[in-house]
T-cell receptor, first 113, second 112 residues
Framework: ETGVTQTPRHLVMGMTNKKSLKCEQH?????MYWYKQSAKKPLELMFV???????ENNSVPSRFSPECPNSSHLFLHLHTLQPEDSALYLC????????????FGPGTRLTVL | KQEVTQIPAALSVPEGENLVLNCSFT??????LQWFRQDPGKGLTSLLL?????REQTSGRLNASLDKSSGRSTLYIAASQPGDSATYLC???????????FGKGTTLSVSS
């Protein structure tokens, strides 16, 4: 078991629903990340937070809204998603932003109907 | 724009074989290169991180090499075991503070 946990592990939602993904790291790290892994595509970085401040938004649509209340918790709020948003959403953390080994959670498998 | 390619996309070997996974990248001006392992339905586990000034890193039966000038890295797995079955991902970081660029991965299957 890694030091990064994600809930829920699986989520099915309709296009009009609003849901949130949660990530928690128990490693004392300062940086947290959201990644998207779609079938047949490379892993893509979505957001980076360093000391609770968003430092990178990789041109992610506004229907994905991140929130980082403290260095240990990261949320991804979802609303009016599209079927093509179905993917594995991975959270990661590291001591320093991006220039350090990242530790990943198990991911949330999201299906948008 | 940096692109990372991993060959082969899939590989099946019998237990005990030594094997090599390949990773190539188009822009040689990288900060570091990392190899990750991903088990089905799970997150990524970092295996090895090679800084741009280094040529290789070793951890147990794993050895990763980096040839920055030619834009290539290899992951060597010695004496493969069924437990090594997973998808192996290569990622490069162009400079400190920028995103990791991932390849699509090589899915390895080791049969007993």
């Amino acid at each position: 078991e890694t030091g990064v946990t994600q809930t829920p592990r699986h989520l099915v939602m309709g296009m009009t629903n609003k849901k949130s993904l949660k990530c928690e790291q128990h490693l004392g790290h300062n940086a947290m990340y959201w990644y998207k892994q779609s079938a047949k595509k490379p892993l893509e970085l979505m957001f980076v937070y360093n000391f609770k401040e968003q430092t990178e938004n990789n041109s992610v649509p506004s229907r994905f809204s991140p929130e980082c209340p403290n260095s240990s918790h990261l949320f991804l709020h979802l609303h009016t998603l599209q079927p093509e948003d179905s993917a594995l959403y991975l959270c990661a953390s590291s001591q320093d932003p991006l220039a350090d080994t990242q530790y990943f959670g198990p991911g949330t498998r999201l299906t948008v109907l | 724009k940096q692109e990372v390619t991993q060959i082969p996309a899939a590989l099946s070997v019998p237990e005990g074989e030594n094997l090599v996974l390949n990773c190539s990248f188009t822009d040689s001006a990288i900060y570091n290169l990392q190899w990750f392992r991903q088990d089905p339905g799970k997150g990524l586990t970092s295996l090895l991180l090679i800084q741009s000034s280094q040529r290789e890193q070793t951890s147990g039966r794993l050895n990763a090499s980096l040839d920055k000038s030619s834009g290539r890295s290899t992951l060597y797995i010695a004496a493969s075991q069924p437990g090594d079955s997973a998808t192996y991902l290569c990622a490069v970081q162009n400079q400190a503070g920028t995103a990791l660029i991932f390849g699509k991965g090589t899915t390895l299957s080791v049969s007993s």
